[in-house]
């Protein structure tokens, strides 16, 4: 079961309820600490206390948030002793992601006025 972290709804509660699995995709994504993890993942493993140190975290939510990429398949760990290390199951996932940073690139980060982004009033008070 993965968790989102706005409304603690289940996201494959969401496919079962007839999302389509690329929505679901990216709503895992939708969170800046999921981001940040998968981004620190891509340089190479780390255990939650790595994490935690490095992203300046609690451990709880570190682990949330890892649990929830790893329902996704898209984080796995290994197992070396009492200690888990963490990575990146599918590291095409940061070609998606670079694929994203062009896009935003390209549309001037539009996206972040958009309505349904949830960021557009923070984006006007900030502009007014």
Not at 10 to 16: F, H, N, P, R, Y
Not at 78 to 87: E, I, K, L, T, V
Not at 101 to 115: N, Q
């Amino acid at each position: 079961m993965t968790i989102d972290g706005d409304g603690g709804r289940c996201v494959s509660a969401d496919i079962a309820a007839g999302i389509s699995p690329a929505a679901a995709l990216f709503h895992s994504l939708a969170d800046e600490t999921r981001l940040r993890i998968v981004q620190r993942l891509a340089r190479g493993e780390a255990r939650v206390v790595d994490l935690t140190a490095e992203l300046r975290l609690a451990q709880s939510t570190v682990s949330k948030h890892l649990a929830c990429l790893r329902d996704c398949h898209l984080v796995d760990y290994r197992a070396q002793g009492r200690q888990s290390f963490y990575s990146l199951t599918r590291p095409e996932l940061m070609d998606l992601l670079a694929s994203a940073e062009y896009l935003l690139a390209a549309t001037g980060h539009a996206v972040a006025l958009c309505p349904g982004s949830g960021q557009a009033g923070l984006m006007e008070e900030a502009v007014s």
